[in-house]
């Protein structure tokens, strides 16, 4: 019997527009910008290419401009990877929130992975 996973989330300021950032976290073409080396769609599902090898999400829910959430193929029904957009009360800044699951040891170093991804996002989007 698998571990259950635990649920992280992690905060990234992003200096852009929501909607500008949207179209990075939830089209193929915003994706394969700074996720993944190729990513295709059809219908609900996008499929995701490094190094050769694919790997496919569906799409379980999208709220224009505020969350996309995705669910691998290879994870549980109950489990799923998020992207949400907030924007500061305080000082308008968005902010981009990961809502993942992790084995409990492996929860740092899937933030570092995050990271890491964002760091490409922000250089994409030149933020």
Known sequence: MSKKKIMYSVEFPIRCSPGILFEFLSTPVGLQEWFADRVDQKDQKFFFTWNGSTEWAEVLENVENEFIRYRWEYYPSDEFFE???????????????ITDFADKGDIKDQEQLWSSQISDLKHRIGA
């Not at 992207?83 to 929130?97: A, C, D, K």
Request: no cysteine.
């Open 83 to 97: 992207f949400s957009i907030e924007q500061s009360p305080v000082t308008s800044e968005t902010i981009l929130r």
